[in-house]
């Protein structure tokens, strides 16, 4: 099988950073390359967001943990279905 010879975009520094990771593991870039689209077409990796920054997710533990004290406490309310929410939301 003659291999098709293709050219692709990339941040430098992004670039560098995967040569940097590839080398840990004995790989050249194109063999990571091909490691990732070999598992994608075997439907083995989604393209998507996967993992969100870490002062997001910090973020969002502290408004949890806040909003669960406050109904604790009785000064936030629950539903007990989204309907219900809609309703007092709406005044239904």
């Known amino acids: 099988m003659t291999k098709q010879p293709t050219t692709i975009r990339l941040d430098p ?3 560098k950073q995967v040569l940097r990771e590839a080398k840990k593991s004995g790989l050249s870039f194109t063999g ?5 689209l070999q598992a994608f ?5 989604q393209v998507g967001v996967t993992q969100y920054p870490k ?3 910090e973020n969002l533990e502290k408004e ?3 909003l669960s004290r406050l109904y604790k ?4 309310k629950g539903y007990t279905s989204s309907k219900a929410l809609f309703n007092d939301i709406l005044g239904a």
């Open 32 to 36: 990571i390359v091909h490691l990732l």
């Open 73 to 76: 406490e009785g000064k936030a």
């Open 41 to 45: 077409v075997a439907g083995e990796v």
């Open 55 to 57: 002062e997001y997710v």
């Open 13 to 15: 520094r992004l670039y």
């Open 64 to 66: 949890s943990a806040e």
